[in-house]
């Protein structure tokens, strides 16, 4: 069993960072011991969880969490034993506020004892602390264990160990097989990610440490090599797991470099090859795809600190050349633009913004500029030409967009004509019908306005999903009140024909029942036939009330569930739901 005053030790270290989180910030209540040793809390997450631990005096003997972390002990049950254990402190303080203080005999210690039989026992953890404490009180005994240990740690980091290939290994020994999916016919592997960082840890804290006592280049390996290994293991999985973080020991790593580069003993050949190798680790695609850790951030600061000005724009233009066709070329000519003003170079600043105005978020960033500077004209005409690029390469997206900066524009200026025109391009080859219909029937004058519609609404290719929520088409007829367009809206639908009923035959059942019923009948025949289960039956339920709503359609929904039950009188579960009718 564990003990509870220094299980600490047995919990992966970013675990137990977050329980002490949840705990100091109070997220733990309604502590109790329901009986002795026997614990209950509720933890304040994501939501609220549940806890149990059982105690056998000082040791820890189970515990439990309902949360959906599957290893081996999670946050919620660290913060729990820290207010256990805190809860005990007090208990036992005010307990002993009451006792009367004897001093007992000292321990007499038997000084023929096999010392190393005494340490294969010792807990390593508490050894650790009292080598710490003790070499903290005396001076002698930390100059002994430093010429000891240290001089051992640096003379072997030099000659035997390689910190690249250890930490590598790490992330090698850490996969597992695991049972395959296809039963076998292919492996399949994992990795133990909470192993890894345990032991990053402890590599970039060495790190720290090199980099203190002036070992520069194994500061450097490891530092690099935490990237590249990251880089190069990372998996999606990371991205959903709130209790691993691969991007903290990114910065760190991140962090240490920028050390290196700012410390007196770091020469420029050492400089120069941190440079060489971030730029091979910033073409790793797992830094961009999954915004993991911006290296070309780190990249360009320590290029920028270490090289003069024309070098650093050697390295931006050589990125943009090797970067032409990423997603996020924007960034790199951005840096260049900034390195160009600070340099006062305004003019190439301004002639690299004219290069790559093709890109959408350098012309967004101009356009924005214009606004700003009230030069609407030079605006709509960057806007213009960038409508233009987005429609040869059939981006929709970006097409809608601009639309909606040259609205805002013309919104700003009152240009009423251009409004009108602008939200009509934006309601026929964009989302949002509604917003642009509305904003346009307050525009149009009263007398245009039926035939205006009547056109945009033919030149629209609406969606033709339908579900709960609406459709933009239909609620168009609802507002204009045209109940044959909606009708024929209804009938013609090929998606989700009974939820649009449901959603949208009340505002019929003064006109079109008797053909809302017929559709309503045909439709539940075939879902009845076609599906089974209680959900089916709970949505069958819920469209035979619409239908019972219009008119005749009482009748038609007690015929209809008299043939259900005949049919489908073996189906308990639909049988129970039809007894409501």
Same mark, same amino acid.
């Given at each position: 069993?564990?003990?509870l005053?220094n299980f600490?030790?047995?919990?992966?270290?970013r675990?137990?960072?977050?329980?002490e989180?949840?705990?100091?910030?109070?997220?733990v209540?309604?502590?109790?011991?329901d009986s002795p040793?026997e614990w209950?809390?509720t933890?304040?997450?994501t939501e609220n969880?549940?806890?149990?631990?059982s105690?056998d005096?000082?040791e820890?003997k189970s515990?439990y969490c309902d949360?959906p972390?599957?290893?081996e002990?999670c946050?919620?049950?660290v913060?729990?034993?820290?207010a256990i254990?805190?809860?005990?402190?007090?208990v *036992?303080?005010?307990a002993?506020?009451?006792?009367k203080v004897?001093?007992?005999e000292?321990?007499?210690?038997?000084?023929?004892?096999d010392?190393?039989q005494?340490?294969?026992f010792?807990?390593p953890q508490?050894l650790?602390q009292f080598?710490?404490?003790?070499a903290?009180m005396?001076p002698?005994?930390?100059?002994?264990?430093?010429?000891r240990?240290?001089a051992?740690e640096?003379?072997a980091?030099?000659?035997?160990?390689?910190?690249?290939?250890?930490?590598?290994?790490?992330?090698?020994?850490s996969?597992?097989?695991?049972?395959s999916r296809y039963?076998?016919r292919?492996?399949d592997?994992?990795c133990?990610?909470?192993t890894?960082?345990n032991?990053m840890d402890?590599?970039?804290e060495k790190a720290?440490?090199?980099?203190?006592?002036?070992n520069i280049?194994?500061a450097?390996?490891i530092a690099?090599?935490?990237?590249?290994s990251i880089g190069e293991?990372?998996?999606?999985?990371l991205l959903?797991n709130?209790?691993?973080y691969p991007?903290?020991?990114?910065e760190q790593?991140?962090?240490l470099?920028?050390?290196v580069?700012e410390? $007196?003993?770091?020469?420029?050949?050492?400089?120069?090859?941190?440079?060489?190798e971030?730029g091979?680790l910033?073409?790793?695609?797992t830094?961009?795809?999954?915004?993991?850790?911006d290296?070309?951030e780190?990249?360009?600061q320590?290029n920028?600190?270490i090289?003069?000005a024309e070098?650093?724009?050697?390295l931006i233009?050589?990125l943009?050349?090797?970067?032409k066709?990423t997603?996020?070329l924007y960034?790199?000519?951005?840096?260049?633009?900034n390195l160009?003003?600070?340099?006062?170079e305004?003019?190439?600043?301004a002639?690299?913004?004219?290069?790559?105005?093709?890109l959408?978020e350098?012309?967004?960033?101009?356009v924005?500029?214009?606004i700003?500077?009230c030069q609407?004209?030079e605006?709509?005409?960057?806007?213009?030409?960038?409508?233009?690029?987005?429609?040869k390469?059939?981006?929709?997206?970006t097409i809608e967009?601009?639309l909606?900066?040259?609205?805002?524009?013309?919104?700003?200026?009152h240009q009423?004509?251009?409004?009108?025109?602008?939200?009509?391009?934006?309601?026929?080859s964009g989302r949002?019908?509604?917003?642009?219909?509305s904003?346009?029937k307050t525009?149009? $004058?009263?007398?245009?306005?039926?035939s205006f519609?009547d056109?945009?609404m033919k030149e629209?290719?609406f969606?033709?999903y339908?579900s709960?929520?609406?459709n933009d088409?239909a609620?168009?007829y609802?507002?204009e009140r045209?109940?044959e367009?909606?009708f024929k809206l209804l009938s013609?639908i090929r998606y989700?024909?009974?939820e649009?009923?449901m959603?949208?035959s009340y505002?019929?059942?003064d006109t079109?029942s008797?053909?809302?019923?017929?559709?309503?009948?045909s439709l539940?025949?075939?879902y009845a036939?076609q599906?089974?289960g209680?959900?089916?039956y709970?949505?069958?339920?819920?469209a035979?009330l619409c239908?019972?709503?219009? *008119?005749?359609?009482?009748?038609?929904?007690?015929?209809?569930?008299a043939?259900?039950?005949?049919?489908?009188?073996?189906? $308990?579960?639909?049988m129970?739901v039809l007894?409501?009718f």
């Amino acid at each position: 069993m564990i003990a509870l005053d220094n299980f600490e030790s047995f919990v992966p270290y970013r675990i137990l960072v977050r329980g002490e989180e949840y705990y100091e910030i109070g997220a733990v209540s309604e502590l109790e011991e329901d009986s002795p040793g026997e614990w209950t809390a509720t933890v304040e997450g994501t939501e609220n969880y549940n806890v149990e631990i059982s105690m056998d005096g000082k040791e820890i003997k189970s515990w439990y969490c309902d949360c959906p972390y599957d290893g081996e002990i999670c946050k919620h049950v660290v913060a729990t034993l820290l207010a256990i254990r805190d809860n005990e402190k007090k208990v *036992n303080r005010s307990a002993f506020s009451k006792m009367k203080v004897e001093v007992e005999e000292a321990v007499v210690i038997d000084e023929t004892v096999d010392m190393q039989q005494l340490l294969s026992f010792v807990n390593p953890q508490e050894l650790s602390q009292f080598i710490y404490e003790y070499a903290s009180m005396h001076p002698e005994f930390k100059t002994a264990l430093l010429n000891r240990f240290m001089a051992k740690e640096l003379s072997a980091t030099s000659k035997e160990k390689d910190y690249r290939a250890e930490i590598q290994k790490v992330f090698n020994d850490s996969y597992y097989n695991k049972k395959s999916r296809y039963h076998n016919r292919y492996d399949d592997f994992d990795c133990d990610w909470e192993t890894v960082f345990n032991r990053m840890d402890t590599f970039l804290e060495k790190a720290d440490f090199f980099l203190n006592v002036g070992n520069i280049d194994t500061a450097i390996d490891i530092a690099l090599q935490t990237l590249r290994s990251i880089g190069e293991n990372n998996e999606d999985e990371l991205l959903y797991n709130d209790d691993l973080y691969p991007s903290d020991y990114c910065e760190q790593a991140g962090d240490l470099l920028i050390k290196v580069i700012e410390h $007196p003993k770091t020469t420029q050949k050492q400089k120069t090859a941190i440079l060489q190798e971030l730029g091979q680790l910033a073409k790793l695609s797992t830094y961009r795809d999954y915004d993991l850790y911006d290296i070309d951030e780190l990249l360009m600061q320590i290029n920028f600190s270490i090289q003069p000005a024309e070098k650093a724009l050697e390295l931006i233009d050589k990125l943009l050349e090797e970067r032409k066709d990423t997603y996020d070329l924007y960034q790199i000519v951005l840096r260049k633009v900034n390195l160009l003003t600070e340099l006062h170079e305004e003019q190439k600043a301004a002639d690299t913004i004219r290069q790559y105005l093709y890109l959408t978020e350098i012309r967004e960033m101009e356009v924005d500029k214009l606004i700003a500077r009230c030069q609407y004209d030079e605006a709509i005409r960057l806007l213009n030409e960038g409508i233009e690029i987005a429609e040869k390469e059939e981006h929709i997206g970006t097409i809608e967009e601009w639309l909606k900066t040259k609205l805002r524009i013309y919104e700003m200026t009152h240009q009423t004509a251009e409004v009108i025109n602008t939200c009509r391009l934006l309601f026929v080859s964009g989302r949002d019908q509604l917003e642009y219909y509305s904003k346009l029937k307050t525009l149009v $004058p009263k007398e245009a306005w039926k035939s205006f519609l009547d056109t945009m609404m033919k030149e629209t290719q609406f969606s033709e999903y339908f579900s709960f929520g609406g459709n933009d088409e239909a609620e168009i007829y609802v507002k204009e009140r045209d109940y044959e367009c909606l009708f024929k809206l209804l009938s013609s639908i090929r998606y989700n024909q009974l939820e649009a009923l449901m959603k949208y035959s009340y505002h019929l059942k003064d006109t079109h029942s008797e053909q809302l019923i017929a559709i309503y009948t045909s439709l539940l025949n075939d879902y009845a036939e076609q599906n089974v289960g209680r959900t089916h039956y709970e949505l069958i339920a819920r469209a035979l009330l619409c239908a019972k709503k219009l *008119n005749g359609g009482q009748e038609a929904v007690k015929r209809l569930v008299a043939e259900f039950r005949i049919k489908y009188k073996r189906r $308990p579960a639909m049988m129970e739901v039809l007894r409501r009718f």
